[in-house]
């Protein structure tokens, strides 16, 4: 791979008032490999799918291999811009090489820039690196991992969150409810879901009802009050390919902040997201599309807390109602 003269993303010396040249690497003849880490989860690396396509528009000759946690192998592939997938765990030992450039999209923490350095790449990108713009709390994670591969000289598309669907004998016309999150700060009470999905099933809906093999009892608290067919409760069921050919093909997606509004996102698959403890200002979907609703009471708490978001329970079913009824129309809707 041909570089420019400065070494490991140092900046070049500049005149006084001047933006620092940042190094990248050129589009030579020879066929660049570059590592990107995201070693976290579903949504982390669905909002940085701008960012990793940037890189492949950037050195488009490039090999491109993400080191991430293996069970995100197959939506990797769906997103069409990864040609490999390192298992990889959370500021775990990143493997493979040699990297003509590695890149941090990660995080700021050391411990992440250091598993890369270690790979010995000829060009290192990272917050907190000589030459990297500054890292910049609150800013919305799409944009975060954008600003970052810009400063070195790639060109981003904040929309570019789309995946390719996969094959799949999902049904198709559903109204999918994901109630679950990793921590109850982010959980709506199931007897609220339970009365959004009677109403949304006297209306025409077919509702089913996902979820990990952690939240059967949940799902069970949603579906059982609004009398749902056993059949239509598919929590524990699916795979990750089966849960975004599901998405794909969904009429609605109602949930809370989680990776299953990404999903909806990447598949434009009209949505209601109920935001708390974090707002959509950091992880929600893009704002000028009015298919993908964000409904936030403006206050933020402890996101890793066991007990639901004050501000998250200001909302009652009929606010999801109104918004989805948005969603689906394309319209707006005051919350």
């Known amino acids: 791979m041909t570089l420019t003269p400065t070494p490991r993303g140092v900046a070049s010396p500049s005149p006084a008032g001047a933006p620092a040249h940042r190094t990248r ?33 950037l050195v488009p000759r490039s090999r491109l291999v993400l080191a991430a946690p293996e069970w995100l192998t197959p939506v990797a592939r769906l997103s069409g811009t990864v040609d490999e997938v390192v298992a990889t765990q959370p500021l775990g030992r990143v493997e493979g090489g040699p990297y003509d450039l590695a890149v941090n999209l990660h995080g700021c923490d050391p411990r992440s820039t250091d598993s890369l350095r270690r790979l010995h790449p000829e060009e290192l990108w990272a917050y907190e690196e000589p030459g990297a713009p500054p890292w910049q709390e609150g800013e919305h994670e799409v944009s975060r991992w954008c600003r970052l591969v810009e400063a070195y000289g790639a060109s981003c598309d904040r929309d570019a969150l789309d995946l390719m669907p996969p094959p799949s004998s999902a049904p198709s016309d559903c109204t999918v409810i994901h109630p679950g999150a990793a921590y109850g700060a982010r959980r709506w009470p199931a007897a609220r879901w339970a009365e959004v999905a009677r109403q949304l099933t006297a209306e025409g809906h077919r509702v089913v009802v996902t979820g990990n093999d952690a939240e059967l009892d949940l799902a069970a608290k949603v579906a059982g009050p609004a009398a749902l067919p056993a059949d239509d409760v598919l929590a524990g069921r699916l795979d990750l390919s089966d849960l975004c050919a599901l998405i794909a093909r969904a009429r609605l997606v109602l949930t809370v902040d989680t990776a299953v509004g990404h999903v909806a996102t990447a598949y434009r698959t009209p949505s209601v997201v109920l935001f708390g403890p974090v707002g959509p200002d950091r992880w929600g979907p893009p704002p000028h599309r009015t298919t993908h609703r964000a409904l936030w009471a403006g206050t933020t708490s402890d996101p890793y807390a066991d007990t639901p978001d004050p501000g998250l329970l200001r909302f009652e079913p009929v606010d999801v109602l109104l918004a989805a009824d948005a969603a689906l129309s394309g319209t707006s809707v005051s919350a």
């Open 25 to 57: 690497p050129t589009r030579g003849a020879a066929r660049t490999r570059i590592v990107a880490l995201r070693a976290l989860g579903l949504g982390d690396l669905l909002t940085a799918l701008p960012a990793l396509r940037g890189l492949r528009t």
